[in-house]
């Protein structure tokens, strides 16, 4: 157990600093999100608009201005977060492997980019919910916030499938791009496809952009909905996993192999990526 939880903490680490080092998703996050939302704010529709949440059925009249902000703001939270984790289970692919080799557990390496996951995604949905509330009166800020943060941890969890999944870069920002692009696409209320609302409730972020608008311009209770975000999160991880775990199936550490677990000598020293 100690052994586990050692592999878990350096690895852990090594993810954390590895995205603090990633420049270009820092300058995403403190200027993308805050100049979107403001390019939103001035070239955006100042009337009302009919706001129906098929989640919880309200029907309301709300700002239009406002409902495009939130909309925006969940995209943005739920892209960068699914590029960043991409990049990171892309570039540190190979970390991983020489890490099953020396004797990490393959869980722990996987779930230790699943708590930088998490971290990134609270982190942004604080950042992203606070700006919203700065630009107009949030009625529920609490819901707001783990309706944005739900839908970073689906992106997220998409992003590190992807990272184990493709052969190149270029792949795993299509992928990502294209699926968030059918996401906002099809919750477009000029849509027909409001009339399927299976298919609906099978994208990543509906539930919880269904929640973010209730609870940002609304009363209501926005309900367990962005539950169905954090599904697609726990079932690509799991996928994420399992990938990880064909590929590295052959791996025996055959220097671990001859110590005993929870020696000294157990956890090699890794480099900071």
């Given at each position: 157990m100690?052994y586990?939880?050692?592999?878990f903490?350096?690895?852990?680490?090594?993810?954390?600093?590895?995205?603090?080092?990633?420049?270009?998703?820092?300058?995403?996050?403190?200027?993308?999100?805050?100049?979107?939302?403001?390019l939103?704010?001035?070239?955006?529709?100042?009337?009302?608009a009919?706001l129906?949440?098929?989640?919880?059925?309200v029907?309301?009249?709300?700002?239009?201005?406002?409902?495009?902000?939130?909309?925006?703001?969940?995209?943005?939270?739920?892209?960068?977060?699914?590029?960043?984790?991409?990049?990171?289970?892309?570039?540190?692919?190979?970390?991983?492997?020489?890490?099953?080799?020396?004797?990490?557990?393959?869980?722990?390496?996987?779930?230790?980019?699943?708590?930088?996951?998490?971290?990134?995604?609270?982190?942004?949905?604080c950042?992203?919910?606070?700006?919203?509330?700065?630009?107009?009166?949030?009625?529920?800020?609490?819901?707001?916030?783990?309706?944005?943060?739900?839908a970073?941890?689906?992106y997220?969890?998409?992003?590190?499938?992807?990272?184990?999944?493709?052969?190149?870069?270029?792949e795993?920002?299509?992928v990502?791009?294209?699926?968030?692009?059918?996401?906002?696409?099809?919750?477009?209320?000029?849509?027909?496809?409001?009339?399927?609302?299976?298919?609906?409730?099978?994208?990543?972020?509906?539930?919880?952009?269904?929640?973010?608008?209730?609870?940002?311009?609304?009363?209501?209770?926005?309900?367990?909905?962005?539950?169905?975000?954090l599904?697609?999160?726990?079932?690509?991880?799991?996928?994420?996993?399992?990938?990880?775990?064909?590929?590295?199936?052959?791996?025996?550490?055959?220097?671990?192999?001859?110590?005993?677990?929870?020696?000294r000598?157990d956890?090699?020293?890794?480099?900071d990526?």
């Amino acid at each position: 157990m100690r052994y586990q939880w050692t592999a878990f903490v350096e690895r852990f680490r090594c993810a954390l600093l590895g995205h603090l080092r990633n420049r270009l998703s820092l300058f995403l996050v403190y200027a993308f999100v805050p100049t979107w939302l403001t390019l939103v704010r001035v070239c955006g529709y100042d009337g009302a608009a009919r706001l129906h949440i098929a989640t919880i059925e309200v029907r309301a009249v709300v700002p239009a201005m406002h409902v495009a902000q939130v909309t925006n703001a969940v995209t943005a939270v739920a892209l960068i977060t699914g590029f960043m984790m991409f990049m990171a289970a892309f570039k540190a692919r190979e970390m991983d492997r020489r890490l099953v080799l020396a004797g990490y557990p393959r869980s722990q390496l996987v779930l230790a980019n699943v708590g930088a996951l998490l971290v990134i995604a609270a982190v942004l949905a604080c950042y992203t919910t606070v700006l919203l509330r700065l630009f107009f009166p949030v009625h529920q800020f609490g819901h707001l916030l783990v309706a944005v943060f739900t839908a970073g941890c689906a992106y997220g969890g998409i992003g590190l499938l992807l990272g184990s999944l493709v052969r190149d870069e270029l792949e795993g920002f299509f992928v990502v791009l294209m699926l968030s692009l059918i996401d906002v696409g099809l919750q477009s209320p000029a849509i027909k496809v409001a009339e399927l609302p299976g298919l609906l409730k099978a994208l990543p972020s509906y539930g919880a952009t269904q929640s973010a608008l209730a609870a940002a311009v609304t009363r209501a209770d926005p309900g367990p909905y962005p539950l169905l975000a954090l599904a697609w999160c726990g079932a690509t991880v799991a996928l994420a996993l399992l990938v990880f775990h064909v590929r590295t199936r052959g791996y025996w550490p055959a220097a671990a192999a001859s110590r005993p677990v929870g020696s000294r000598d157990d956890t090699p020293a890794v480099a900071d990526t």
